[in-house]
């Protein structure tokens, strides 16, 4: 694909997108499943709670017993029974009598209320845990208070999480309030990473002239574990095609779903990468009118997809976040694709090419709003500006000047601390 046709980023994302689905499902152990996406409808097999329970440490009554009850004329009742949580389900309270019931023990059958301990002439310090032989009322209570019915919560037979839902530490509590010790989720996307360049040196290895650290690598693997994959490394591939090939042939034979290159698709006389997938696939798009980023390579190898992303550091890491986030979210079954944003003020001015642009920037919590400032050059082989941003300002496509003042949107990379 010999095109030099410079495809919007909306528009690469858009076909990039279109050419991912949701990956099967697997079963997994229900506390290990944060983060994952539900494949399947969940119901609950019964109410929850299972009984009506107490909400509040108190006295378990009949509403009715204690109507007009107040500090100047309270109503003692006889203490029948002593109620505490997990006690199986107690007796019937009989008319004009009280139980003690502590917070979450099931309700007697006859009691309709629960008058708080607090309302009550029970300090609680009477110095032995045993309930009184009697209480004195101090309010009146209406029929329900302080009282959670059976099924409060979740009835028996209701959907209470569906295919396609998102597991936060909140929804897994539900599917174990509902007995699921194990869970059916989308399974996560098998991800193999290939740095290409003679120039490259393992990250342990000594430098010799001319040579670099594979950084890309491990950035990029740690980006794929961040938003729910899992990484492969396959190494470092030289200039040549052979190389190239081989490589992306290994990684087909353990079930790879997304091929991840850095470097190699640009049009020095050394990128051979690109031309390697299009003799074996196809490349659906190669440049984008992005900075950074521009020469990035999108397609299938061998019916597999395929992303090469720019050499530079800081290049490779925006281009991933522009463009892989959202296919392996797609990939792991997740509906909102979009990267958190904020809007900022911008305190610097800021010069661009014209292209759209995502400018390293730190973002502060002020007292009218939020702010960016530059982190210095926007130089794309400059790694450390990224330790020093969390957030990327996004400069629209035919603008070259941002003044300061102006206000913009940023993508949050991280969030900032209160």
Not at 4 to 14: C, F, I, K, P, Y
Not at 286 to 296: A, E, H, S
């Amino acid at each position: 694909m010999e095109s030099q046709e410079l495809l919007s980023v909306l528009e690469a994302r858009e076909r990039l997108l279109a050419g991912v689905g949701v990956l099967d499902f697997e079963n997994i152990v229900t506390d290990t499943a944060v983060g994952r996406v539900m494949a399947e409808d969940v119901l609950s097999p019964h109410d929850v709670p299972t009984f009506a329970s107490s909400s509040m440490d108190g006295y378990a009554v009949r509403a009715a017993d204690v109507a007009g009850a107040s500090a100047d004329s309270a109503v003692a009742l006889p203490v029948t029974a002593d109620i505490p949580a997990g006690s199986g389900i107690p007796q019937e309270l009989a008319e004009g009598a009280a139980a003690r019931i502590m917070t979450g023990a099931p309700l007697p059958a006859g009691a309709d209320a629960v008058v708080p301990i607090e309302l009550t002439d029970d300090s609680g310090d009477r110095g032995d845990t045993r309930a009184p032989q009697n209480v004195s009322v101090l309010s009146s209570v209406e029929t329900g208070d302080c009282v959670r019915p059976a099924g409060l919560d979740m009835r028996s037979g209701e959907q209470v999480l569906a295919a396609g839902d998102y597991l936060r530490p909140q929804e897994i509590g539900v599917l174990a309030a509902v007995g699921r010790g194990r869970v059916r989720v989308v399974r996560k996307p098998r991800v193999a990473i290939l740095s290409t360049g003679d120039e490259l040196v393992v990250v342990g290895g000594s430098l010799g002239p001319g040579q670099i650290r594979d950084a890309n690598s491990f950035m990029l693997s740690s980006l794929v574990r961040r938003y729910g994959g899992v990484p492969t490394l396959l190494g470092i591939a030289r200039d040549r095609a052979q190389d190239v090939e081989a490589m992306l042939d290994r990684a087909l034979e353990f079930g790879t779903d997304w091929l991840l290159s850095s470097g190699g698709v640009s049009v020095g006389a050394f990128d051979c990468v690109r031309s390697v997938v299009e003799r074996h696939g196809k490349i659906s798009f190669w440049r984008v009118n992005m900075r950074p980023g521009k020469p990035l390579a999108f397609g299938h190898y061998k019916g597999t997809p395929f992303l090469g992303v720019p050499g530079n550091p800081v290049s490779a890491m925006v281009s991933f976040e522009v463009f892989a986030r959202p296919a392996l979210q797609k990939l792991s079954g997740r509906c909102a694709l979009d990267k958190p944003s904020v809007e900022v003020t911008v305190l610097d001015e800021f010069v661009s090419d014209g292209r759209e642009s995502y400018l390293r920037v730190m973002v502060c919590r002020e007292e009218d709003g939020f702010v960016a400032r530059s982190v210095g050059s926007q130089d794309s082989g400059i790694l450390t500006s990224l330790v020093r941003a969390n957030a990327l300002l996004i400069v629209p496509a035919g603008e070259t000047r941002v003044a300061a003042g102006r206000r913009m949107h940023a993508w949050m990379l991280d969030w900032m601390h209160d």
